[in-house]
């Protein structure tokens, strides 16, 4: 355990990348074989739309992670935080520490996203992808990666969570964002098991159906507790899903990135119909 500990403790740059980059590599192949959707447009122009969102997500956390260092050790320092309060056995206080991490900066971070007008038009830009894949884990406006990222900071505090924890967490939400998020078909009986415990491709799909309240629903990143917990949890079949967003169906916006970073910043739209009828 002390190995695993002190990995995840100092854990290299090069080995974050590789799971970030090699891991969205590993997915994109896979969905060449294993497809849900065929999708019709470029690929190599909608992966490097989404690229580009990564890399600054990727800046983002760079420029902010002094944030994270300092709020881990200070609450490391003052014993501050639920794995402090109380004394848990090693294995027991990862569990937990995992859950308090992913339900503020994860569930709870992604709920109040939908639900505050003026975060939500940060977080539009990760819903006008109409075709949703992989890549799309990562597409997240600037704005959006800094408010995350307060919210890991507050989930850091109320657990006190100490930095290798955090960098084990971190990890397992790089690789489930990825996958959930993924065009790759899974059997239903291995889907009905794991969607019990975790979020699911066929469970977060729905969420990215272009209108309410299919969009309102299934915000776990890698557990599904809690939208089964607080009732935002649907279970919709996949083939009938339409995904994008009905006030940014445009795809002279969706698909350039200069226009994307401008959406915060412009008024709001009311949504409006879509051409093809929903059947859910």
Same mark, same amino acid.
């Given at each position: 355990? /002390?190995?695993f500990i002190?990995?995840?403790?100092e854990?290299?740059?090069?080995?974050r990348?590789?799971?970030? *980059?090699?891991?969205?590599?590993?997915?994109?192949?896979?969905?060449n074989f294993f497809?849900?959707?065929n999708? #019709?447009? &470029?690929?190599?122009?909608?992966?490097?739309?989404?690229?580009?969102?990564?890399?600054?997500?990727v800046?983002?956390?760079?420029l =902010?992670a002094f944030?994270?260092?300092?709020?881990?050790?200070w609450?490391e320092? &003052?014993?501050f935080?639920?794995?402090?309060?109380?004394?848990?056995?090693?294995?027991? +206080?990862?569990i937990?520490g995992l *859950?308090?991490l992913?339900?503020?900066?994860?569930?709870?971070a992604?709920?109040t996203?939908?639900?505050? #007008? @003026?975060?939500?038009? *940060?977080?539009?830009?990760?819903?006008? /992808?109409?075709?949703?894949?992989?890549s799309?884990?990562?597409?997240h406006h600037?704005?959006?990666?800094?408010?995350r990222?307060?919210?890991t900071?507050?989930?850091?505090?109320v657990s006190?969570a100490?930095?290798?924890?955090i960098m084990?967490?971190?990890?397992l939400?790089? *690789?489930f964002g990825?996958?959930?998020?993924? &065009?790759?078909?899974?059997?239903?009986s291995i &889907?009905?098991?794991l969607?019990?415990?975790?979020?699911?491709?066929? =469970?977060?799909?729905?969420?990215?159906?272009?209108r +309410?309240?299919?969009?309102?629903?299934n915000?776990? !990143?890698i557990?599904?507790? @809690? /939208?089964?917990?607080?009732?935002?949890?649907?279970?919709?079949? !996949?083939? #009938?899903?339409?995904?994008?967003?009905?006030t940014?169906?445009?795809?002279?916006?969706?698909?350039n990135?200069w226009?994307?970073?401008?959406?915060?910043?412009?008024?709001?739209?009311p949504?409006?119909?879509?051409?093809?009828?929903?059947?859910?």
């Amino acid at each position: 355990m /002390d190995n695993f500990i002190n990995y995840f403790n100092e854990i290299p740059s090069a080995h974050r990348s590789i799971l970030l *980059f090699g891991g969205l590599t590993v997915f994109l192949l896979l969905e060449n074989f294993f497809p849900v959707y065929n999708f #019709k447009s &470029n690929k190599t122009r909608h992966v490097a739309i989404n690229i580009v969102f990564t890399l600054t997500t990727v800046l983002v956390n760079l420029l =902010m992670a002094f944030l994270l260092i300092k709020t881990s050790f200070w609450a490391e320092a &003052n014993e501050f935080g639920i794995l402090h309060w109380i004394q848990f056995p090693i294995v027991i +206080q990862i569990i937990i520490g995992l *859950f308090i991490l992913d339900f503020i900066s994860a569930w709870l971070a992604h709920y109040t996203e939908h639900h505050v #007008k @003026w975060l939500w038009q *940060f977080h539009v830009v990760h819903h006008t /992808d109409m075709e949703v894949d992989a890549s799309t884990a990562n597409r997240h406006h600037p704005g959006e990666s800094v408010i995350r990222f307060l919210f890991t900071l507050l989930a850091v505090v109320v657990s006190g969570a100490s930095f290798w924890l955090i960098m084990l967490y971190q990890a397992l939400s790089v *690789f489930f964002g990825q996958l959930t998020h993924s &065009n790759i078909k899974i059997s239903k009986s291995i &889907n009905g098991v794991l969607k019990w415990f975790f979020v699911t491709p066929q =469970m977060h799909r729905v969420h990215h159906h272009y209108r +309410q309240p299919y969009s309102d629903s299934n915000y776990g !990143n890698i557990f599904s507790l @809690w /939208d089964r917990l607080f009732g935002t949890y649907k279970d919709v079949e !996949n083939s #009938k899903l339409v995904f994008g967003l009905d006030t940014h169906f445009s795809k002279q916006e969706s698909e350039n990135v200069w226009e994307l970073l401008k959406i915060p910043f412009k008024a709001y739209r009311p949504p409006k119909e879509y051409a093809e009828k929903e059947k859910l």
